[in-house]
């Protein structure tokens, strides 16, 4: 028994500093900051600048713009921030390889975009619009996507800035496909809801949910297996 607490201990300090290392001491602070965005909506929608969204945007429009942006920015400080920091080689020395790190900080910022996207569904539900566990579900496998895709950048422009240049267009991308569209990252079920047959739609939200978990899987190891290179990271 007291093997087993001592490794779920042992990862849990392994979280608690890759998320340091990922988002500064106060990164219990961060997934407070997504919520601000459905209470500017709902400011909006008090002085008669916008009404309450329509279902199909709340898993884009409501939770992923903050979500995917807090996504985005943790993706490219994971392996960028070194590289900025020219802290890079130390990485390289931790016993177990750097793979271990790259992953345990994945690992961390995406509780910490979840973290985020549960902060903003709480305020969102209270006071704007009724939150779905399908959004909550779609929500959190677009920002996964676009973590990786961040991460990735970092991975290959070595830097969080240029990093932010290549990863921010794609979550613009994301936003602007909206709920309606199947291989869209926060592609909404309740977008279709009354259109289509109800068993199609399910069959579709699967499909698309799957197929971005495999894709955001895919671009964690290409970015990995970029990062591990040791020779090409170090250069210049």
Known sequence: ???????????????????????????????????????????????GEGGAPAPGAVAGWVLGLPTGALAVALGCRIVGGEVDQRTLEVVYTVPGGARRVWLARFAAASLLALGGELAAALVAHLTLVDIRP???????????????????????????ITAALAAVPVLALSLFMGGTVRFAPFFSAAALAGRFDPADVLVWTFQSRVGFLLLTALLVAMAVARAENREAMLRG
């Open 134 to 160: 399908l959004d909550l579900v779609s929500c959190w496998i677009g920002s996964l996507f676009l973590l990786a895709v961040g991460l990735l950048a970092g991975a290959v422009f070595r830097g969080v």
């Open 1 to 47: 028994m007291t093997r087993p607490l001592a490794r779920l201990a042992v990862q849990g300090r392994l979280v608690r500093l890759s998320m340091v290392g990922v988002a500064g001491r106060r990164f219990w602070l961060l997934p407070l900051a997504p919520m601000l965005w459905p209470a500017l909506l709902k400011f909006f929608s008090v002085i």
